[in-house]
């Protein structure tokens, strides 16, 4: 089955910086990659996603981008704002399966 | 407008106790999910139903029914909790009949722990 992987783990950032999240997937197959932030006490909130026959997608400061042959895709936020401090979770989906990441804690420093 | 809503939010449980976990979607929505979420594991699948009428399992099932009630109503029931249950639980529904590629919208779930 498709299995899911996040780096790093835990990252912090100074706000206006950027911040990138990186997912790797193991099925060739799956063809949908969303990217959900979740707040504490909150459940998980899409923020977007990108289908397989696209590279790149962006909204304001919010992009994904998708590396099929390397199976990888990528969240990058920039101008950081304290209320980007949250967890996020990359999933992907293939098989009639949705596999979800174990998450990356995202701290922006003031 | 509310979404997903989840009841209990909070909830303990004696060990062999018996519960069950509501969700109702306001969405129209087609297909409802329940996860786990457990620390350092992310969101796992516990059952779905790809539209009204119809449930499947998902990756975890065991130790768990589930009933879908009408369009709106998809609840969990533990017949006798165990103390790996302990998690939080997540209801998810999206729009599209079927466990397919599409944005699922979630509630704030239910605390759930077992002593």
């Known amino acids: 089955g498709e299995n899911v992987e996040q780096h790093p783990s835990t990252l912090s950032v100074q706000e206006g910086d950027s911040a990138v999240i990186k997912c790797t997937y193991s099925?060739?197959?799956?063809?949908?990659f969303p990217w959900y932030k979740q707040e504490l006490g909150k459940g998980p909130q899409l923020i977007i996603d990108?289908?397989?026959?696209?590279g790149e997608k962006k909204d304001q400061r919010i992009a994904v981008t998708l590396n099929k042959t390397a199976k990888h895709f990528s969240l990058h936020i920039t101008e950081t704002q304290p209320e980007d401090s949250a967890v996020y979770f990359c999933?992907?989906?293939?098989?009639?399966?949705?596999?979800f990441g174990k998450g990356n804690q995202v701290v922006v420093i003031p | 407008n509310a979404g997903v809503t989840q009841t209990p939010k909070f909830q303990v449980l004696k060990t062999g106790q018996s519960m069950t976990l509501q969700c109702a979607q306001d969405?129209?929505?087609?297909?409802m999910y329940w996860y786990r979420q457990d620390p350092g594991m992310g969101l796992r699948l516990i059952y779905y139903?790809?539209?009204?009428?119809?449930?499947d399992k998902g990756e975890v099932p065991n130790g768990y029914n589930v009933s879908r009630l009408n369009k709106r109503e998809f609840s969990l029931r533990l017949e006798s909790a165990a103390p790996s249950q302990t998690s939080v639980y997540f209801c998810?529904?999206?729009?599209?009949?079927?466990?397919?590629?599409?944005?699922?919208?979630f509630g704030d779930g239910t605390r759930l722990s077992i002593l």
């Open positions: 998810a529904s999206s729009e599209m009949v079927g466990y397919s590629n599409q944005p699922q919208h």
């Open positions: 099925d060739s197959a799956s063809n949908y």
């Open positions: 990108i289908r397989s026959n696209v």
């Open positions: 999933a992907a989906h293939g098989n009639n399966r949705l596999a």
């Open positions: 969405m129209n929505h087609n297909s």
């Open positions: 139903s790809a539209s009204e009428g119809t449930t």
